[in-house]
């Protein structure tokens, strides 16, 4: 199933015709580089172009009013003058004879991307569309947006295809005022956005772009605004956000369709966010949004106009959609102080209407707040006390093309044990050589003989070696001892090639482990298993008591530990591991299998007991990058395996940045 690209020529035809400061940023070369990048790069060629359509009156009217559709119809025939004072009723936008129509394209390209993803035409897609919408309102224009196309696009999706749950998922670095009034008390659309905000000083300057506009009446908890105080937000502010709000609550809600207003004004270089987030973050945000709604996934472009730093998000963006393996996520160093307040006020205002968050520590915002009045109001800031936060310079390297590997996903099969489509078989030709031999039975068999699993493990060495040479993306292999074949691995990768491996295990407590001194391995291990020793840094045991069998909890564990440690990790392979008395239901280790996907390039290798065989068509099939299949809303984490998750991220916070939430290092017992 592929990805739709929804463009048409006909929404660059029209600009600015007459001096405004404030507007002159908005110019259809954003589009066309856009749409020229995608060309370049061969990646519109490989999507399915699907033609826009002019949006009907009808489906303009599921969120704008009569007067205000009649109003906007009248602006192909008004003069220039007429034009000017039209828009003069209207903040930060501005209107041309031709843009009634490219309005009517934009909404009309969302519709026709929803109706490509919902009739299962494709399983994903992107419009590029101007004008952009999510600041349009009911009755008007607003922000460059003249009808809001993702907002007209939530309703159209609700009631044709009878959806009970849409997410949108803003990450423009302006709020979307007109997305959260349309739905702010709709508990159907769940709204999250995060915006440049600095304290209401920034444009829209609007009171309800707080964390604490949270939605109202039945749709209360519905709307997450995220404010950014400071600009030069990075990419471990972005995805420290994603990880410790949106997934949780995203996977809590269990949307039937995401809908992301895509602006990449967010993106480093850009004159109106200021931010440094480098264009690759999208690559991974998109991927973290690609196993909800079983991958139905409409992206739908809003802001951006760095006309370099545009293009290149762009091309991260639909590269993923596409289902490339994602790209390293290298120099993750942890959140700033001021996005760790935002992320604090947030879940704090959240914390009553999501039970992933109903642990997050309840430190009053309120302190938050006089701490942060004093800081800014008071003498200059001590030295080291100031933040380091700046605009970034508008310098960076041009993304990596992501290549992907010839072969995607290969497996290790015993004879008679099929393998699944597009899949490759592997095995090993080459022939390790004596020393090799010795050397493996040494350390793996010392007592044993047996030339069958000797043999796996000189074959499992080889295709770690062509994983890491980007010969192979990932890997599934069923082996009869899994503890020898994970050490084989670990070990090779860490030791031999000196490459960072991060070891995932699900199941039983394994009884051989690989060591985890050289700091080159981290073993994160889930079981059932009562652990309390203090490990180190490398060494996470998870215990979840009542078994994996808690999927809320076991999902809680993977979006907000798992997922930032292997972030700031940044493994070269992740072997993930499912011992024989694996609890996890399916379609959580499947959720796990997807998300670990965006780590260390896709290279994933994972281990599998023989008698596990009946799970390698769906991890397969994961490993390929195919969306996992919905958990369902998720129900409160059992109480027990919360407090575990919690207790863990607050030991490791010190070491692993991206786990904190909290400016004081510890919400419980201010230990800095
Ligand atoms: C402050 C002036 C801000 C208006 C900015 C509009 C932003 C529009 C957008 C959209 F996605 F809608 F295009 N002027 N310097 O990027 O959010
Ligand atoms: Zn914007």
């Avoid at 991307?113 to 399983?123: A, E, I, Q, Y």
């Avoid at 995401?258 to 966010?273: H, K, N, R």
Wanted: net charge negative; proline share 6%.
């Amino acid at each position: 199933m592929g990805t739709a690209l929804i463009y048409d020529e006909e929404m660059t035809k029209y600009k600015l015709l007459w001096v405004d400061p404030v507007c002159k940023i908005e110019v259809p070369e954003r589009l066309t580089v856009s749409h020229q990048a995608l060309i370049k790069s061969g990646l519109a060629d490989r999507c399915v172009s699907v033609p826009v359509r002019e949006a009907t009156d009808e489906d303009i009217l599921l969120v704008h009013s009569e007067e205000y559709l009649e109003a906007v119809k009248k602006t192909p025939y008004m003069t220039l003058e007429d034009l000017q004072v039209f828009t003069l009723k209207y903040g930060d936008v501005y209107f041309h004879p031709n843009i009634y129509h490219c309005a009517k394209l934009a909404a009309g390209a969302a519709l026709q991307l929803v109706d490509s993803v919902m009739t299962g035409k494709v399983r994903n897609g992107m419009a590029l569309v101007r004008p952009p919408g999510h600041h349009s309102m009911r009755s008007a224009a607003n922000g460059f947006c003249v009808f809001n196309n993702v907002a007209i696009a939530a309703r159209y999706a609700k009631q044709k295809y009878d959806l009970k749950r849409v997410l949108i998922v803003d990450w423009d670095i302006h709020h979307g005022q007109g997305v959260q009034y349309c739905f702010e008390d709709d508990p159907s659309v769940l709204y999250f956005s995060w915006h440049r905000y600095e304290h209401q000083k920034f444009w829209p300057n609007l009171r309800e772009s707080d964390y604490d506009a949270v939605g109202k009446d039945k749709g209360v908890g519905f709307n997450v605004n995220v404010p950014w105080n400071k600009v030069g937000m990075t990419n471990s502010d972005f995805l420290s956000i994603f990880c410790h709000i949106l997934l949780p609550v995203a996977y809590e809600f269990c949307p039937d369709l995401v809908l992301v207003c895509a602006g990449f004004d967010s993106a480093i270089g850009d004159p109106e966010g200021e931010m440094s987030a480098s264009p690759d973050v999208f690559a991974h945000l998109t991927h973290l949004l690609m196993n909800l709604a079983g991958g139905k996934l409409c992206a739908v472009l809003e802001g951006g106009y760095n006309l370099t730093s545009l293009p290149q998000s762009v091309c991260q963006t639909v590269q993923t959609l596409l289902g490339d393996p994602a790209p390293p996520s290298a120099n993750l160093t942890g959140p700033c102080r001021s996005a760790l307040e935002t992320l604090h006020c947030v879940r704090s205002a959240h914390l009553p209407y999501w039970s992933c968050l109903s642990h997050a520590a309840e430190l009053p915002t309120s302190d938050v707040s006089t701490k942060r009045a004093k800081l800014t109001e008071g003498k200059a800031p001590q030295a080291g006390e100031e933040e380091k936060k700046s605009a970034a310079v508008a310098e960076w390297p041009e993304p990596p093309r992501r290549v992907p590997p010839p072969v995607r996903t290969a497996a290790v099969l015993p004879d008679g044990v099929a393998c699944p489509d597009r899949c490759q078989r592997f095995s090993s030709s080459e022939d390790p050589g004596p020393a090799t031999v010795r050397k493996l039975r040494e350390t793996f068999f010392r007592d044993a003989n047996d030339g069958g699993a000797l043999h796996t493990l000189v074959t499992l060495t080889a295709l770690v070696e062509k994983m890491l040479k980007n010969e192979v993306g990932s890997g599934l292999a069923l082996v009869s001892n899994v503890p020898a074949a994970l050490a084989c691995a670990a070990r090779h990768v860490a030791a031999a090639l000196n490459k960072r491996v991060l070891v995932v295990c699900v199941g039983d407590r394994m009884e051989v482990i690989p060591g985890t001194e050289d700091g080159k391995t981290v073993l994160v291990q889930f079981s059932s298993h009562e652990s309390d020793e203090q490990k180190g840094k490398y060494e996470v045991p998870v215990c979840l008591k009542k078994g994996c069998s808690d999927v809320p909890g076991f999902m809680q564990a993977v979006l907000s530990l798992l997922l930032p440690l292997g972030y700031e990790f940044d493994p070269s392979l992740v072997l993930l591991v499912r011992t024989a008395g694996c609890e996890v239901c399916d379609s959580a280790w499947q959720q796990l299998t997807g998300l670990l996907q965006g780590l260390a390039q896709g290279h994933t290798l994972v281990l599998m007991h023989e008698e596990e065989k009946s799970h390698v068509a769906t991890t397969v099939s994961r490993l390929l990058g195919d969306a996992a299949p919905p958990l369902g809303p998720l129900r409160a984490p059992l109480a027990d395996h919360m407090e575990a998750v919690e207790r863990i991220r607050h030991r490791l916070q010190t070491e692993w940045k991206l786990l904190q939430t909290t400016t004081t290092g510890c919400g419980e017992c201010g230990e800095s």
